[in-house]
């Protein structure tokens, strides 16, 4: 029986995520120091959020995507599409999930914002950037494995000799 989900890449996810939630803990308890806890499980709860949505996009999203189709224009649009869905899930995904949070008391509002739209620059800033650092990594995971496999790119291997 074929596995749908690779444990390696979820294992990759998980670590990526856990330096993405020192990162936030590290930016956010500097603004905040004498509310380190809620720092904390705010950052826990937001993170985990993010593991799942950068996950999905870039293990199912991006490579539905990038599949050979008869027409690029389907490609584009397709691409288009989809980008437009993680924008939505970036900001008013994270929004829910947040408000979620904060109805079973595990995440607590450090700052009163004025407008929905302010809140939601907040979340998608937040967001936007988890997306940014799993897409770097990831490339860089893929590369380091097609390097050691013997498979890099043929500038890298004339570099070489």
């Known amino acids: 029986m074929k596995r749908s989900i690779d444990i390696k ?54 490579p539905f995507v990038l599949k050979r189709r008869k027409s690029i224009i389907n490609n584009i649009l397709l691409g288009i599409l ?32 004025d407008s929905l739209g302010h809140l939601l620059e907040n979340q998608m800033g937040y967001s936007v950037g988890s997306g940014v650092l799993f897409g770097i990594s990831r490339h860089v995971y893929n590369y380091i494995k097609l390097t050691q496999a013997g498979q890099c790119p043929l500038w890298h291997q004339q570099a070489r000799l």
């Open 9 to 62: 890449k979820v294992r990759f996810y998980l670590w990526v995520g856990l330096g993405y939630f020192f990162l936030g803990v590290f930016s956010i308890v500097g603004k905040y120091p004498d509310r380190f806890f809620s720092v904390l499980f705010n950052n826990v709860w937001g993170v985990l959020y993010l593991i799942v949505a950068n996950f999905t996009l870039f293990e199912y999203a991006v």
């Open 82 to 113: 989809i980008f437009w869905a993680y924008l939505i899930l970036y900001s008013y995904g994270s929004y829910v999930w947040r408000q979620t949070g904060i109805l079973l008391h595990i995440y607590a509002s450090l700052k009163q914002f």
